[in-house]
């Protein structure tokens, strides 16, 4: 009986709220599970996927998205993230491998770069061990996982440091 009711109440919102021009929120999809902006050029968020570096806040003014102020194409600045056609499992030895060197925290349950994507984790780990020895190229392989960019790869309020 409860679930004939719920669903009901739920037709009876959504016909009220056509009926009387209520908007209700609009959550988008989330293409990859938790990278906002979805894959553009097998980059997370940002400006990488399509993101306009200005665009208008809820307030109505301008504000500038995650990681546009970092750098973009040809800003001589680059990160290691882990490459999109790589297995997870691969990659998921590959985070807990770089994490036995650098601060993965804040890729847990409550750190501000948390994401169900192992890609998202591994990317920020790959990141932070690439950034911590100075940007060597051998920094950025990680048994093949890895790659250079030169697109900042941040998202949501997560930023990818780069030196």
């Not at 570096?53 to 194409?73: D, H, I, K, M, W």
């Amino acid at each position: 009986m409860a679930p004939k009711f719920f669903v009901a109440s739920v037709l009876l919102l959504q016909l009220a709220a056509i009926a009387f021009s209520i908007r209700l929120p609009y959550y988008p999809p989330r293409p990859d599970k938790g990278i906002p902006g979805g894959p553009a050029l097998g980059l997370p968020g940002g400006p990488a996927a399509g993101i306009p570096a200005r665009q208008e806040g809820p307030a109505g003014g301008s504000t500038t998205a995650p990681g546009a102020e970092v750098g973009g194409a040809n800003s001589g600045k680059k990160w290691c993230i882990g490459k999109k056609d790589i297995l997870t499992s691969l990659l998921k030895t590959a985070f807990d491998e770089i994490c036995k060197e650098v601060d993965c925290s804040p890729t847990g349950p409550t750190g501000i770069c948390y994401d169900e994507s192992i890609w998202s984790k591994a990317s920020y780990a790959m990141n932070l061990k690439y950034q911590k020895n100075g940007q060597k190229d051998s920094d950025c392989n990680n048994k093949g996982t890895s790659q250079i960019v030169t697109i900042d790869p941040s998202w949501g309020k997560c930023v990818l440091i780069s030196s």
